[in-house]
């Protein structure tokens, strides 16, 4: 865990870790916090809440860069990232694929946080049902300042992006199934 502290992750491997809560690989929280996670493998971490990888919460800042976050899972949000209500999070040239969770957001789910999704592939994430707030590849909710720029969001099951209550803007991306935004 990482709280009220600045830190760099970088050239790790972070892999089979669980947790009763959130977090399973990573859980970065509270004010006064910035972690930088570079060039990392976030491998098949697994939680009983939120955030099977990487947890990001409670006015915490995070930088996530050049990672490969694969196979992770959690009963709740956020398989791959769980972003809550925390400011300045940037996620570039990122791939997640493969994670689950088991109602929100498979990839990523974005609750009440503004956040910046850059130059990712976002692909092959699920969740454990179909219909509203069951979405594989991102969740955005809760006023959350969501943007998507030239990132590829696809084959994600049930469905690619649901925002519930968050602004999602997507900027020169390619999101099966076709998504409104500029490019």
Same mark, same amino acid.
């Given at each position: ?19 009763? @809560? @959130? ?14 996670? @570079? ?43 769980? +972003? ?33 999704? +850059? ?22 909710? @809760?006023?959350?300042? +969501? ?37």
């Amino acid at each position: 865990q990482c709280r009220s502290s600045t830190a760099l992750i970088s050239n790790c491997v972070i892999q089979n870790c669980s947790d009763d @809560h @959130h977090g399973g690989g990573i859980d970065a929280s509270r004010p006064d916090t910035f972690i930088r996670i @570079h060039n990392c493998q976030v491998l098949n971490n697994s939680v009983l809440n939120s955030g099977g990888g990487i947890r990001i919460a409670l006015n915490a800042m995070a930088e996530i860069a050049m990672c490969e976050i694969i196979g992770n899972s959690c009963a709740h949000a956020g398989g791959g990232i769980w +972003l809550e209500y925390s400011d300045g999070v940037r996620i570039f040239n990122c791939l997640m694929a493969e994670n689950y969770s088991g109602w929100r957001g498979g990839g990523i789910a974005c609750d009440g946080t503004a956040s910046e999704i +850059l130059n990712c592939t976002i692909s092959s994430n699920s969740t454990g049902g179909t219909g509203i707030d069951y979405d594989g590849g991102i969740n955005s909710l @809760h006023e959350s300042d +969501l943007t998507i720029s030239n990132s590829i969001i696809w084959a994600n099951a049930p469905n690619q992006i649901e925002y519930v209550g968050g602004f999602t803007g997507v900027n020169y991306s390619i999101i099966e199934g076709g998504w409104t935004g500029t490019g």
